[in-house]
């Protein structure tokens, strides 16, 4: 089994900066490697929404939203997710919710959809 953790989040000011991180942890023996991994949102009263994703093969995504802004990257050696968040607007206020598949060498099969308990992001002056 796998965690996801996130952290990073609070209040900032319009225009401002935050980095999420997201660390993977597993039970004692595990042995894992992320594979695919994305950024989700939810705003008050809103649907959850993409923010920004890194496929199996690397490529990122972003939501229109947020390009120019926000840069999602991985550190496999520490299994941990950023986002980078730059020029915060109030629109951006949300749970911030990270997403991970795995493959795992100990049976050799892959699992998907896994979500960590989200961290606050609030922009307001």
């Known amino acids: 089994q796998v965690q996801l953790v996130e952290s990073g989040g609070g209040l900032v000011q319009p225009g401002g900066s935050l980095r999420l991180s997201c660390v993977a942890s597993?039970?004692?023996?595990?042995?894992?490697?992320?594979?695919?991994t994305a950024w989700y949102r939810q705003a008050p009263g809103k649907q959850r929404e993409l923010v920004a994703s890194?496929?199996?093969?690397?490529?990122?995504n972003y939501a229109d939203s947020v390009k120019g802004r926000f840069t999602i990257s991985r550190d496999n050696a520490k299994n941990t997710v950023y986002l980078q968040m730059n020029d915060l607007k109030p629109e951006d206020t949300a749970v911030y919710y990270c997403?991970?598949?795995?493959?795992?060498?100990?049976?050799?099969?892959?699992?998907?959809?896994?979500w960590g308990q989200g961290t606050q992001v609030t922009v307001s002056s």
């Open positions: 997403n991970a598949d795995f493959f795992f060498w100990t049976t050799g099969h892959s699992e998907y959809n896994y």
């Open positions: 597993g039970t004692s023996g595990s042995r894992f490697s992320i594979r695919a």
């Open positions: 890194i496929a199996s093969d690397g490529i990122m």
